[in-house]
């Protein structure tokens, strides 16, 4: 017999015993003495068992309005490598409130993608994501931005885009032309699940109300079945900046309704 067929008996060349270890009859276990004491153990009741339901999906909400200016961001990862590069919240730029993120790039970086900016363990497996912020960019930045799952080898990408040169590119496709120095609003919607969509929709619109994107586009992997990282990432090669404000990254079990 094994413990895999639940028989624990101590064999008779077990290192146990050498050690000192005496076995006992774990059939003696439990209440023991005289019959009134026996029948008051047997008399009680307990309630059926009750687990705790699931905690709802991960909910990253990020203004930068409680990290002082000038300190990164304590809720997300950043990746600088200290060379002019920087990621710091700032009181200078906002799109609402009183600060925003900067992300600032520089010359003779050793690699390409930093400074690179992501939240990461949300986990989210089922359920409609939405993702919004607010974005501002100087003339030369370039931005990469994605959503990935990483619990796989490799990882799969899901909604993404590139902005360079006032370009905002989507599959490589150009989707629209966005202005620099100004604050423009992304949403991004994707559904998850055993059958994930094999689309995603994405809107973008400037402060003043003008919307420049509102599409649906295919997914350029394989349907995206899970979210396990969303980040941005800064491509230039010189000491340009972009901003970030008004980060939500959420999951909702019931399909999100776009409004008209």
């Known amino acids: 017999m094994t413990p895999s067929q639940d028989d624990f008996t101590v064999l008779p060349d077990s290192p146990a015993l050498r050690l000192g270890f005496r076995p006992f009859d774990p059939s003696q276990a439990g209440v023991y003495g005289d019959v009134d004491w026996l029948r008051k153990a047997n008399d009680v009741s307990y309630p059926p068992l009750r687990i ?6 991960l909910t990253i909400r ?3 309005e409680q990290t002082p200016a000038g300190q990164a961001p304590a809720g997300a990862s950043v990746r600088v490598e200290g060379k002019g590069d920087a990621i710091a919240v700032t009181d200078q730029l906002t799109a609402g409130g009183r600060q925003s993120l900067q992300l600032t790039d520089a ?16 986990n989210y ?8 912020f607010a974005l501002r960019y100087e003339p030369g930045a ?3 931005f994605e959503w990935r799952d990483w619990s796989k080898s490799p ?3 899901g909604p993404q885009f590139a902005l360079r040169d006032g370009k905002l590119t989507v599959n490589r496709q150009v989707q629209a032309d966005v202005p620099p120095n100004v604050w423009v609003w992304f949403e991004m919607t994707h559904e998850l699940g055993a059958s994930p969509s094999a689309s995603w929709q994405l809107r973008v619109t400037l402060q003043d109300g003008r919307r420049l994107v509102d599409a649906e586009i295919p997914c ?5 079945s899970k979210v396990t990282w969303v980040g941005f990432t800064s491509l230039a090669v010189e000491p340009v900046s972009f901003y970030l404000d008004d980060f ?3 999951c909702q079990r019931a399909p999100i309704r776009r409004d008209p």
């Open 52 to 57: 705790a339901p699931e905690p709802p999906p």
């Open 248 to 250: 939500l990254l959420t």
């Open 142 to 144: 370039i931005i990469q």
């Open 125 to 132: 497996s089922e359920g409609v994501v939405k993702n919004a």
């Open 155 to 157: 990882y799969v990408t």
């Open 62 to 64: 990020d203004d930068f």
């Open 220 to 224: 350029a992997d394989k349907p995206l």
């Open 107 to 122: 010359r003779g970086l050793q690699q390409v993608y930093n400074p690179h900016y992501f939240y990461e363990g949300m």
